[in-house]
Every structure is written in structure tokens, then in C-alpha cells.
Nanobody
Framework: VQLQASGGGLVQPGGSLRLSCAAS????????MGWFRQAPGKEREFLAA????????YYADSVKGRFTISRDNAKNTVYLQMNSLKPEDTAVYYC??????????????WGQGTLVTVSS
């Protein structure tokens, strides 16, 4: 599975962004997907994950209620809608794919990151 994340950029506090992650390979609908981020000087942090069918989602407490993960298996794409952004959300955001299974367990494949900067 090859992953390509996009949609990062500069946004003001309180604003919104939607990240996309396009996957290659004909097994995308068999892979649970996740989003992570890494801020400067910090470890990579889990944000959200979604089951292969999209019926189950999981969120870190730090983003619950503000971020929404979704997927479109027909487009081989997973999204991360980010609302009410804060300066502490500034980081490089990564999408990841688990191996073929129903529900998220751990990242097996990584995409390149996309930078999100929240600043006025």
C-alpha cells in the first residue's frame, strides 16, 4: 500500500482544514486507516483511526469532538476533517494503513507527511 497525504497548510486559530490521503493498491477497502501527527521535538502521536468498512472510528482524547476521520473506498481515500484548530495542533500529519483486517490495530504502512501550521 502506498499512501499520499495532502491538504496541509497555514490556518488561523479556530479555523478548519481537511486532509486527504490517497492510497494506491486494490486492497484499500481491506485496510483500516489511521492518522498520526508529529510536532517538533515530540513523539509521533495517534489521532484517529477507521475500520475498513468505515463503520467504526477511534479518536485520541486530544482531538475528540474536533477532528473527524472518514473514508471513501470508491476513491481509495481517507480524510481527516479538522475543526477548531489550535496552535498546539501544529505538526506534520501522517496517514497510515494497517494490514488487511476489519478493525484498526497498528500502522503497517506510512505515507509522507503534510505540514499543518496553526498561527495568526
Amino acid at each position: 500500500v502506498q499512501l499520499q497525504a495532502s491538504g496541509g497548510g497555514l490556518v488561523q486559530p479556530g479555523g478548519s482544514l481537511r486532509l486527504s490521503c490517497a492510497a494506491s493498491g486494490r486492497t484499500f477497502s481491506s485496510n483500516p486507516m489511521g492518522w498520526f501527527r508529529q510536532a517538533p521535538g515530540k513523539e509521533r502521536e495517534f489521532l484517529a483511526a477507521i475500520s475498513r468498512s468505515g463503520d467504526m472510528t477511534y479518536y485520541a482524547d486530544s482531538v475528540k469532538g474536533r477532528f473527524t476521520i472518514s473514508r471513501d473506498n470508491a476513491k481509495n481515500t481517507v480524510y481527516l476533517q479538522m475543526n477548531s484548530l489550535k496552535p498546539e495542533d501544529t505538526a506534520v500529519y501522517y496517514c497510515a494503513a494497517d494490514r488487511e483486517r476489519n478493525f484498526w490495530s497498528r500502522p503497517e504502512y506510512w505515507g509522507q507527511g503534510t505540514l499543518v501550521t496553526v498561527s495568526s
